[in-house]
């Protein structure tokens, strides 16, 4: 996949237009080199790509065109493009849609000059209007970070002119800023923590694992708060000493600066951040220094994983079970896995850390694929928090109450001591069904097939599937009676309405995603959680994650049989995580030991009793072993076929034409189930039907799909997306 190439000789190029594949086109004056970003004619077009190799000849020699021109970046190396084309095979995604993961940073190659623009001392402008306070406060969020004058006017909030308006007061100045300033430097040795007990042997493995300059995976276990962090950073350590660079990978690096500050306090500057919330001039500059060594440790979202990294020594996948690494729309990849595609290509270490792995990787551990690092206890003298359960079928609540009486009663004690509670509820709005009590019509989603959810503080109704939204009726929509229609069951808002009632002394917090403009606000929401900006914090599972409400010491969950329903093979997995992720959240601060009270009706299921406390590693077999029975994942290989189109007929029809076209699948042992509504069967006024592809490990499952899929001629107003590896089965 290497070489260069001589002005006029055939070289194939990869752009990332959608119907594109590698094309071969004449090497431009001066010549091009594989990996070169270059620009390519393309019809009338002129696009992006990347040389990817010499051309396949298959195209008349006379009609072919010529690159272009060679932009000025850094060439894509050899062991991305390798990455990329795996990730594409293993996916079945085609390579375009793979390449554009890799060339998110906007102004690629040809970035428009950054300047940096700063604030001038002592020259404060006459008029200081509201818009032009808003441009100040902006650029001290910049922190004097490079930043062009058309992003601060965006993230002002303000037209053009008055951002020109201050320069021209002399207010703020404006410099060219050179354009690839390198990342503060990180001091692996500024601020070593003393590692204790379980800690000391499990960095000395990380660290050795870095050492040691080759692949490897291994899985680090330990209850929240255990210093599992502490550890990995241990690992980060070593890379920096050795020159290389690290990636870690967090769930909700967007909403929290807690690891930053951390990072911060160990090694004496930030890393850089990379996710959705990031400037573009910022991303741009990171992209290129990634590229060039002058970043040496990320912290990012899922698709860090396909920065341009010089000499990547570690990669590390914090909260690994988390459902968020799998991107659900476009390229369907689960970051976890990709992470660790990626670091055996690059030859590095990867670590999965988890409170709660999946079950993937809790059986890639006991099988000997990965190594396991297990952290026993609590650091220091924070001791996991007490767990019951509260069996809510004695309690008799009313029609719209769904907090029980002891669970008050704890609250209340938490008031009195000036700590804070957390209830947890996984449902976002205000009740999650809106029926009519004269005919018992359900208020169902336009477009999808799902319900609407009442948001009172929009005061609409929402499609969780597609966003649709619309007022509440006053008559319902079936049979015109007036006046009835109802909300039934709780939302985190109606839950917020029941904590008002009981508790109308204490300062309530909802922390639920949708109740935020954006993610800076929800982030700061955190923060002041978190100093102590109120009793009670009512939320979503955004309150599962990482974050550190030191007050904390009471853990309230609401329904915990929410995710135990339907018949989803993960739910008692998914449902033991996010329980035990929440409940992880009491009790943190040493000397207060926390409390988390699961509401349940069914406290002698076997998922409620695991959670509880029952013995971790004995329900892990559990679950592994009804897998193994049933020939499911990890122990089998799953693929879901997603058909979808305006027309439910066409999608059932070409469903059942693939369903019987099996021959490819026959041939390697597989079988196919469906097609079936998928698990949603209706989004955006497209029906979706689903086929399920079940195979055996070892299997080669994809070059069978992908023979299999081809046989069927599509119509043009139906999509086909393949999903490896699922996550609903
Ligand atoms: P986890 O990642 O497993 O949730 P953390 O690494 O965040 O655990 O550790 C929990 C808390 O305990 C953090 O505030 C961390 O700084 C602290 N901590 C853990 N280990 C040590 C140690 N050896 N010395 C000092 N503080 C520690
Ligand atoms: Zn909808």
Redesign the pocket.
Known sequence: MTGRFAEGERVGVLTTEPLGRVLDYRAPEGGCGSGDYVVVPLGPRHVMGVVWGPGEGGFDAAKLRGVERVLDAAPMREEMRVFLARAADYTLTPLPAMLRLATRAPGLGDPPTVRRVYRASGHEPARLTGPRQRVLDALEAYGGAPVTLAELSAEAGVTGSVVKGLVKAGAILEEEAPRDLPYPPLDPGAAA????GD?VAAAEALVAAVAADRYSTTLLK??????????Y?EAVAECLRRGRQALVLLPEIALTSEFLA?VEARFGARPAEWHSGVTATERRRLWRMVSEGGAQFVAGARSALFLPFRDLGLIVV?EEHDTSYKQEEGALYNARDMAVLRASICGCPAVL?S?TPSLESWVNAAQGRYGRLD?GA???A?ELPEMHALDMRPEKLPANRWISEPLARSVEARIARCEQSLLFLNRRGYAPVTICRACGHQIGCDHCDARMVEHRFQKRLVCHQCGATKPMPEACPSCGVEGRMAPVGPGVERLAEEVAGRFPQARVAVLSSDLFGSARALKEQIAAIAEGGAEIIIGTQIVAK?H?FPLLTLVGVIDADLGLQGSDLRAAERTFQLVRQVA?RAG?AAGKRGVALVQTYQPEHPVIRAILGGDEEAFWRAEAEERRVAGMPPYGRLAGIILSSPDVGQVFEIGAELARADAPLRRIGAQVFGPAPAPIARVRGRHRVRLLVKAQKGAPLQAALAEWIGQVKLPANLRLAVDIDPQSF
């Open positions: 923590v003393r590692l204790e800690q330990g209850v929240t708060g255990s210093g599992k962090t502490e550890v950073l951390r914090d850390a409170a952290l609590r650091f220091g924070a990482g550190n992880g943190r």
